[in-house]
């Protein structure tokens, strides 16, 4: 059951393209249950915290986000699935660090995005980059998008962004990172992450 409890949003630079569509009044998140939750992160200082999950469907899509912390470690993540009609243009590195930047727990943190790799997951071709709030701890972030819109040329009708960062003086290698990514999964509406999806 969703309660009502409102969340002041952690705003992410998401470019965004609707035909014909006027600009609309910001939709806030709403907190919701776990059952409901479609966004799949595995890391092994989350195996036993619970989630931070909280929705919103606005007139161009339904939108997930979920904040895990544990162990020192910290993920956020949002995903968003646009409704027919509408998609999401591919956006370039410059906009990625821009993004990132907005999430309330690094805003203002000095750091610099350096592209890393790419890792062939569930969700395609996921390319991530490394970064180091103020030199301390070092994490990764992610912009993703998947599923092709028919008849717009460029056009996805999904995507995902969000960043992972390691306890304080703890490393974090390409391999920890891989290993997340490969797990990393968008359940389709009605799916439950609970139990071995999470393992």
């Not at 997951?121 to 998008?145: M, Q, T």
Request: with cysteine.
């Amino acid at each position: 059951m969703i309660r009502r409890q409102v969340l002041t949003v952690f705003a992410i630079f998401v470019s965004l393209t609707v035909a014909g569509c006027e600009k609309e009044e910001p939709v806030k998140f709403v907190e919701a249950d776990r059952a409901e939750q479609r966004i799949v992160f595995y890391a092994p200082s989350f195996v036993d915290s619970n989630p931070r999950v909280m929705v919103r469907t606005t007139r161009q899509s339904e939108e997930e986000y979920v904040e895990w912390r544990g162990g020192g470690a910290t993920a956020q993540f949002w995903h968003g699935s646009a409704f027919p009609g509408v998609y999401w243009r591919r956006t370039q590195e410059h906009q990625t660090e821009k993004g990132l930047r907005k999430w309330n727990a690094i805003k203002s943190a000095s750091f610099e995005l350096k592209r890393a790799g790419t890792v062939p997951s569930k969700l395609g071709g996921v390319s991530y980059w490394r970064f180091r709030p103020d030199g301390l701890r070092e994490c990764f972030a992610i912009n993703h998008f998947w599923t092709p819109s028919r008849g717009d040329q460029g056009g996805y009708r999904d995507w995902i962004n969000g960043y992972f960062c390691k306890p304080y003086g703890v490393a974090l290698t390409d391999t920890d990172i891989t290993d997340m990514l490969l797990r990393l999964e968008v359940l389709k509406g009605g799916e439950n992450p609970a139990g071995s999806r999470r393992d």
